[in-house]
C-alpha cells in the first residue's frame, strides 16, 4: 500500500430505542504500508464498527480519518462509493460471494465495474486464482465450493484492482482451523508478493499469532498496539 491510514481521536456512538451506546471511545492510530494487522477484543469491544469506519461504510461521530490525502469522513455517498472501488477491498465473515457469477467472475466484477480491459482482468484474475491455489475452479459457481475456497475467492476479488488496503471483518469466523490457517496463509502470501496492507479482526487464538501488529481494543477503546519483531522465521 502507498498510504499512511490516520484515524485521530474517532469517536461513534448508536442511538438505540433514544440510549445513546458508545461503540468506540476515542482511537488514535495510524497504519504504515504493507502492515499486517490484526484489531483483536472480545464481542461487542468495536472491531467492527472501527473497521466499517476505516472503510467508509459508517461515519464516525467526531473525529477524522485520513486515507493518504482523502479525508474520508468528509466524502459525499458517490465520493465515498468512488474511492473505496479505486482504493479499498473487504473481506467478509460470510464471504459475500454473487451466487450466479463463477469464482473467475466474481474476482473481475470490480475490474469490470472500473472498467477495465477484459486482457487485464483475465490476466489478474489468473494471477490470482494461482495465488489462491484455485485456478482449477474457475469456472466454478459459490455453491459448488467449501467455505474456506469460498472465503479465498473473496480475498482474490478483494485484492483484483490493487486496492491501497484490504478490510477483512473476522474472515475465519465461519471456517475450521484448517481452512482459517490456509486463509492465512494466503493472505500472508499476498500481503507480501503485493504490498498491500491488510487489517483484520479476529478473536481467534491461532489467527492473532498470524499477525505482525495486534491492537487489542476493548469497550471502545485501545488497550494495547504491539509489532512483532520480525525474526528470521518470518
Ligand atoms: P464487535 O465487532 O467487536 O463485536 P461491534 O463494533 O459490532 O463490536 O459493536 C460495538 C458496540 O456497538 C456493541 O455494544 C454493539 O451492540 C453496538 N452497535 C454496533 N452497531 C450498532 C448499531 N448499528 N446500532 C446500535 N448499536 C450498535
Ligand atoms: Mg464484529
Known amino acids: 500500500m502507498k498510504e499512511v491510514i490516520n484515524i485521530s481521536e474517532v469517536e461513534k456512538t448508536f442511538e438505540q430505542n433514544k440510549i445513546a451506546v458508545r461503540a468506540i471511545r476515542g482511537i488514535t492510530l495510524k497504519f504504515y504500508p504493507g502492515e499486517f494487522t490484526a ?5 461487542g469491544s468495536g472491531k467492527t464498527t472501527l473497521l466499517n469506519m476505516i472503510g467508509g461504510i459508517i461515519k464516525p461521530s467526531g473525529g477524522e480519518i485520513l486515507i493518504g490525502e482523502t479525508l474520508i469522513s468528509q466524502l459525499s455517498e458517490n465520493q465515498m462509493t468512488e474511492f473505496r472501488k479505486k482504493n479499498l477491498g473487504f473481506v467478509f465473515q460470510s464471504y459475500n460471494l454473487i451466487p450466479v457469477l463463477t469464482a473467475r467472475e466474481n474476482i473481475e466484477l470490480v475490474m469490470e465495474l472500473l472498467k477495465t480491459p477484459k486482457t487485464d482482468q483475465r490476466k489478474r484474475s489468473s494471477d490470482l486464482l494461482e495465488s489462491i491455489g484455485l485456478m482449477d475452479k474457475r469456472n466454478v459457481k459459490p455453491a459448488f465450493l467449501s467455505g474456506g475456497q469460498q472465503q479465498r475467492i473473496a480475498v482474490a476479488r478483494a ?7 484490504v478490510l477483512a471483518d473476522e474472515p475465519t469466523a465461519n ?3 484448517n481452512s482459517a490457517s490456509e486463509l492465512l496463509s494466503i493472505m500472508e502470501k499476498l500481503n507480501k508478493k503485493e504490498k498491500i496492507m491488510f487489517i483484520f479482526s479476529t478473536h481467534d487464538e491461532r489467527v492473532i499469532k498470524r ?6 481494543i476493548e469497550d471502545g477503546k485501545v488497550k494495547s498496539d504491539k509489532t ?3 525474526t528470521k522465521k518470518r
Open 39 to 43: 484489531i483483536v477484543g472480545p464481542s
Open 159 to 165: 485484492l483484483a484492482s490493487y486496492p491501497s488496503l
Open 175 to 177: 471456517l475450521d482451523s
Open 211 to 216: 499477525a505482525r501488529r495486534i491492537i487489542v
Open 228 to 230: 512483532v519483531k520480525s
